[in-house]
Every structure is written in structure tokens, then in C-alpha cells.
């Protein structure tokens, strides 16, 4: 809901908006970034855009970042690692917070009468819980058996991972 109403803004603001959009490499010019070089879908054709303003919102690992080669500052090494879910059907009363075993579990009803579960972990155990995500989090979700139980009367509604390219980009008009 948040990428559509900041999408919507910035089309009535003036920008364009081109979906399916995967920004490959940035333009420069005078030692100033002046835009992207990417294609229309994977295996499309090239195409250039230049901007005033070139925002990269591509993340952490960001490749804009990179390319630019931003300072990091106030940086923290990982503690935690994250995975969450979407559920439909779950009972729910409202917004949950469990801590159990250096777990930590967020669990609120969301846009589309969806149900969303967070849940953390230690960041040593990442490796361990990728390898299993799904195994992993409905082992944390039985640490608190009503919770587990309502969870198991629903039916998970599964989302895709978004990679680290652009889905989208807005040009100014």
C-alpha cells in the first residue's frame, strides 16, 4: 500500500511511471549523475533517461550507492535476521508481540483482511534459518501455541521476493 501511495504522489507531482523497469547502470556527466541506462524487461532493448534527480531506492546493498561511492555513516552490524508472511482466515484481535528463545514475533492484521506475522531471530542463526525459512518459522510459531494454533485454521497467502534491481521507475515529465 505504502509503494502505491508514494507512486501515485509522484505521478500527480509530474513523474512517469514505467513498470517492469530494470535499471542496469547510471549516467554521468561532469562528475554528476544525470540518469539510468537500463531495459524494458530482462532481454529487452536498451533505453537511456536523464533526470535532474536520479533516487536510488534499491535497498541497503544499494547499486546506486555503489556507483556513486556514498559514504556509509552510522552503520551497525546486523543483529537480528527477519522473515515474514501474510495469512488469510486467522482469527486476531489486534496488533501481538511474543519473545520467546531470543525470538521475537510481531503478528497484526494488515491491508486486505490479511494477517501479518514477523519474526526475528539472532543474526548467527540466518544462515540456519534460510535454509529452511518455512521450517524455521512455523518451529518459532509454536512457541506460543494459541498463536500457532489460529495461524493453522488460516491459509498462508505467499508474496514474491523482490531482488535487488528496480521493479519500477519514474521519469520526470
Known amino acids: 500500500m505504502l509503494d502505491k501511495i508514494l507512486v501515485d504522489a509522484a505521478i500527480d507531482a509530474g513523474s512517469e511511471l514505467r513498470e517492469g523497469f530494470f535499471a542496469e547502470d547510471f ?49 551497525t552490524p546486523a543483529l537480528t ?28 492484521p494488515t491491508n486486505n483482511d490479511l494477517f501479518s506475522i514477523f519474526i526475528g531471530w539472532p543474526i548467527e542463526e540466518f544462515h540456519q534459518v534460510r535454509s529452511d525459512i518455512t521450517g524455521s518459522f512455523m518451529q518459532v510459531l ?14 498462508r497467502f505467499f508474496r514474491s521476493v523482490l531482488d535487488t534491481r528496480f521493479r519500477f521507475v519514474l521519469v520526470n515529465a
Open 81 to 108: 535476521c527477519w522473515y515474514f508472511s501474510y495469512w488469510s482466515g486467522v482469527p486476531n484481535d489486534g496488533l501481538e508481540i511474543y519473545r520467546r528463545q531470543r525470538r521475537v514475533i510481531f503478528a497484526f
Open 142 to 155: 509454536e512457541l506460543v501455541p494459541p498463536l500457532a494454533e489460529r495461524v493453522r485454521t488460516g491459509t
Open 27 to 75: 549516467l554521468a556527466e561532469d562528475n554528476r549523475l544525470v540518469g539510468i541506462r537500463g531495459r524494458s524487461n530482462p532481454g529487452g532493448h536498451v533505453m537511456t533517461e536523464k533526470a535532474q534527480i536520479t533516487i536510488g531506492a534499491d535497498g541497503r546493498k544499494s547499486h546506486l550507492a555503489r556507483t556513486v561511492r556514498a559514504p556509509m555513516y552510522q552503520s
